[in-house]
């Protein structure tokens, strides 16, 4: 989770689309037709307040609570989004969390609340969904 991989069917699911993960570009470049193609571009799939993977700092110890609703502020949604996998970094323990949220590559900085049971139990910034190592350098070295 630290390096941003996905966990295919608890940071997915069946409505989840390549741009939806951030793999859109790559999906786009592929010159030959590969089955789903088509489906990425129904209106459903380009539309611009899709769930979008995105990652979640916090303060304190605790890892934030796997499920648990997110709320931006002002909201009027049910709902923005739901922490999908959760822990805390090796590096310094602080609290990450992956998460789907409504247009949510458009909303990195932002504080979003999150929610159990109809009260908030801690806030979260949204950040890019890879904590560790963002440019690969060690990978690679």
């Known amino acids: 989770m630290e390096k941003g991989f996905l966990h295919i069917g608890a940071d997915t699911d069946g409505t989840t689309v390549s741009d939806d993960v951030g793999f859109g570009k790559a999906a786009a ?13 129904l ?3 380009v539309r611009s307040d899709r769930l979008q993977l995105i ?5 304190g110890a605790a890892p934030f609570p796997v499920g648990r609703r997110l709320l931006l502020p002002k909201s ?3 709902t923005d989004g739901w ?10 323990a602080r609290p990450v969390a992956m998460a789907v ?3 949510g590559r458009g909303r990195l900085n932002q504080r979003v609340a999150v929610y159990d049971n109809g009260r908030v139990v801690s806030c ?17 070295a």
């Open 55 to 59: 990652g979640l700092t916090g303060e």
């Open 29 to 41: 470049a592929k010159k030959s037709h590969y089955i789903g193609k088509r489906s990425l571009s």
């Open 43 to 45: 209106p459903e799939n």
């Open 76 to 78: 009027m949604q049910a």
């Open 101 to 103: 949220l409504r247009a």
């Open 124 to 140: 979260a910034q949204v950040s890019a969904p890879m904590f560790y190592d963002p440019s690969g350098a060690r990978m690679h």
């Open 83 to 92: 922490i999908t996998s959760a822990g805390c970094l090796s590096t310094d």
